[in-house]
Structure formats: structure tokens, C-alpha cells
């Protein structure tokens, strides 16, 4: 699996990114999906292996000032597809996409609840968590995913399907 990002919580604006910080965010969070396949192919081919590569609901949708990350995931997911058609059949390659997951340890998760908006707000009905991108990692490396390369699964309790109006 393939996870490491630079996703900064402090946006830039448009006409304050760096460079040098736009080659930052494509360098880890697509390069090095790519280069970690590059790389790894041989051994994952040899045991029909898997990659499964963290992309981000901001591939599909933007908060202000988020050019290099929401470039970076949407770089990640044509690089997914890309992959699955030159790495098939011996190694599937897919793409999980997490919205609003609470990454918080569980036991400061238990202490220091969400409020139910936050919950409400997600048509599953509550945040998700690392465990539940977790089991859609865990099926995709498994044989029962056997007949599913190249795609994308969106890990967000339904967020990206539901429309939002202000009042």
C-alpha cells in the first residue's frame, strides 16, 4: 500500500506556492507511488502481489487553496489505471480514496468525541475512521478482490454524493 502524502493543513495560496513546495507535494505523493512500483513490481509480479495506492476524495473536489495536494491525488489516481493496464494480469492495482476519516488515536477519539453534526453531516452517519479505510485496503490485497484492477473506491460515508445548498 502506498501512503505516504504531504498534505499540509495550512493551505497556500495560488499565488504564494512555492515552487520548490508544488515539486515537494508531486514528488512524495506521485512520485513515489510510481517509484515504489517501479520497484517492487518484479517481486509482486512473481506472487501475483497487489498495490492498492492512497489517493483523496480532493482528486474530485476542492478547498480553496489546495492546487498541489488535489493535483497531486488526481495525478495518483491516472497513475493507478496506468498501472493496472501495464502491470496486468499478475498485479492488480487500485486506488482507495478516504474522505473525512478521524485519524486520531482511539483512545483520544473515545475522550474527545466529534460532535454529532460532524456525524450527521455524512449520509452514513458518523465520521469515518482508519479502521474502515483499513478493510478496504485489507479486501483489495485479498484474493476475493481478485477481478477488480484499476479502480477507484471512495472511502467517505457517502459525502461525495450528497449535495449541499446553504440556506
Given amino acids: 500500500m502506498c501512503n505516504a502524502a504531504v498534505a499540509d ?10 515552487l520548490n513546495y508544488w ?3 508531486l514528488a512524495v505523493n506521485l512520485s ?10 518484479p517481486y509482486l509480479r512473481a506472487h501475483s502481489g497487489a498495490i492498492v495506492n492512497l489517493a483523496s ?17 488526481g495525478g495518483l489516481l491516472a497513475l ?7 502491470l496486468g494480469p499478475e498485479i492488480r492495482v487500485n ?16 475522550a474527545e468525541p466529534l460532535t454529532d453534526t460532524d456525524h450527521a453531516q455524512h449520509p452514513a452517519g458518523r465520521v469515518g475512521t482508519v479502521e474502515d479505510v483499513a478493510a478496504m485496503v485489507a479486501w483489495l490485497l485479498s484474493k476475493n ?3 477488480v484492477t ?10 461525495t454524493k450528497k449535495m449541499i445548498y446553504s440556506e
Avoid at 493543513?9 to 512555492?18: F, G, K, V
Avoid at 476524495?57 to 491525488?73: F, H, I, N, V
Avoid at 486506488?95 to 473515545?110: E, F, L, N
Avoid at 484499476?150 to 459525502?159: I, K, L, N, T, Y
Fill in 9 to 18: 493543513p495550512h493551505n497556500i495560496t495560488l499565488e504564494s506556492l512555492d
Fill in 80 to 86: 493507478t489505471h496506468a498501472l493496472a493496464i501495464s
Fill in 23 to 25: 515539486n515537494r507535494v
Fill in 57 to 73: 476524495t480532493r482528486a474530485g473536489q476542492s478547498e480553496p487553496d489546495t492546487e498541489a495536494y488535489a493535483a497531486s491525488k
Fill in 95 to 110: 486506488a482507495v480514496s478516504p474522505g473525512w476519516i478521524d485519524t486520531r488515536d482511539p483512545s483520544v477519539r473515545r
Fill in 150 to 159: 484499476g479502480q477507484e473506491f471512495v472511502v467517505d460515508g457517502g459525502m
Fill in 32 to 41: 513515489g507511488p510510481m517509484l515504489l512500483a517501479k520497484h517492487c513490481a
Fill in 145 to 147: 478482490a481478485g477481478f
